[in-house]
């Protein structure tokens, strides 16, 4: 299923963080892409997460693979040690702005409720040849960790006009602001891989919403996964 000898491009983003690129991950893409075509009914929007679009949770055995392959390449440069829990879905952003809530006008973080001792490693595999449809966008916060948590959780419980008016944020998908400085947009690639830490603040980039579709074989399909895992004793 996964490139048995990825080659790894590791693009730093702050703090000693970085993303880690695998291009040509998977032997056959297409298989996936007509696979989600065929189950195209079966994807939902959830309501735990703040991902414009639906989700289709993949079988353990899926995951499985994944995870033998972030074990073998990428535990290691994530700081991460033993893997928990795991879980993946394929996905496809498909709400055009005027439909998304305040907590999708910000980046999210993939925290999962997990205490200073764990991490959360995450990956997107993109399964789309389409580029002008987006890749991945990591944010800075440029306010201290307290605020930025209140404006997160006041994005969880305001309606949209009461958020716009007390943070000065404007309906659409995530971008700079003067809560959040745009580092990096990985590009998309047909068949590329990215993992980075889930902590870290990020977003689908939609550069154009109106290309977006629930077509899965013309959105923008992706494969993601997510790697609850305890830490190493370096990266304490």
Same mark, same amino acid.
């Given at each position: 299923m996964l490139n048995p000898a990825p080659r790894i491009e590791s693009i730093p983003l702050w703090d000693g963080h970085a993303v880690h690129v695998i291009d040509d991950a998977l032997s056959e893409p297409a298989r996936w892409v007509e696979l989600a075509a065929e189950h195209a009914d079966a994807f939902v929007q959830q309501d735990h997460n703040a991902y414009p679009g639906g989700e289709l949770r993949l079988p353990d055995e899926i995951t499985a693979r994944l995870v033998e392959f972030f074990v073998q390449h990428i535990r290691s440069r994530l700081g991460a040690r033993r893997v928990e829990r795991a879980h993946s879905r394929l996905a496809m952003v498909s709400l055009p702005p005027?439909?998304?809530?305040?907590?999708?006008?910000?980046?999210? $973080?993939? $925290?999962?409720?997990?205490?200073?001792? /764990?991490?959360?490693?995450?990956?997107?595999?993109?399964? !789309?040849?389409?580029? *002008?449809?987006?890749?991945?966008?990591? !944010?800075?916060?440029?306010?201290?960790?307290? &605020?930025? *948590?209140?404006? &997160? /959780? *006041?994005?969880? &419980?305001? *309606?949209?006009?009461?958020?716009?008016?007390? /943070?000065?944020?404007?309906?659409?998908?995530?971008?700079?602001?003067?809560? !959040?400085? /745009? &580092?990096l947009t990985v590009p998309p690639r047909y068949n590329r891989l990215i993992f980075y830490d889930g902590a870290l603040f990020h977003s689908s980039a939609i550069p154009a919403p109106e290309r977006l579709s629930t077509d899965p074989r013309c959105g923008r399909l992706t494969l993601n996964g997510f790697f609850t895992c305890t830490r190493s004793l370096a990266a304490c």
């Open positions: 005027e439909w998304l809530q305040p907590r999708q006008w910000i980046p999210h $973080r993939d $925290r999962m409720g997990l205490g200073p001792e /764990h991490c959360i490693g995450a990956s997107v595999l993109y399964l !789309f040849e389409d580029e *002008d449809l987006g890749g991945t966008a990591f !944010f800075r916060p440029l306010a201290p960790a307290a &605020v930025i *948590d209140r404006l &997160v /959780h *006041d994005s969880g &419980v305001l *309606d949209g006009p009461s958020f716009a008016a007390r /943070h000065g944020i404007t309906p659409g998908y995530p971008r700079a602001n003067t809560w !959040f400085e /745009h &580092v």
